[in-house]
């Protein structure tokens, strides 16, 4: 039997906006939860008002971690933000190690 499994993806630059409503349908998550975000700190929006903010492309990819980290590990929003740190820390970290081996 042939198991096969199709993924399909956009790739997103860091660069890339989105605004809370593409944000929100990115991550099939309601803009309540994006905002909560916010407020945390776990992410940073541009721009001054609260209906014309823009996310980047790094928004993103910390929401979907963020997702997964509740999801997979049963996490709050404070606990996968401060995990969320740590991941990034330890990622900065391999990159400077990576540059040293060099």
């Known amino acids: 039997m042939n198991n096969l499994t199709v993924l399909t993806g956009i790739i ?6 989105f605004t809370l409503a593409e944000l929100s349908r990115a991550c ?4 309540e939860w994006i ?4 407020e945390e ?19 993103l990819r910390r929401v979907r971690i963020i997702q997964r ?3 997979d590990l049963g996490l709050n929003l404070a606990g996968a933000a401060l995990a969320l740190e740590l991941l990034e820390e330890v990622e ?3 990159n400077r190690i990576a540059v040293l081996e060099r």
Not at 35 to 38: Q, S
């Open 12 to 17: 997103v630059e860091e660069n890339d906006c």
């Open 28 to 31: 099939d998550m309601p803009a």
């Open 35 to 38: 905002l909560a975000l916010v």
């Open 41 to 59: 700190g776990v992410i940073e929006p541009v721009g001054s008002e609260d209906g014309h903010w823009q996310f980047s492309g790094r928004c």
């Open 69 to 71: 980290l509740e999801s």
């Open 92 to 94: 900065s970290l391999r």
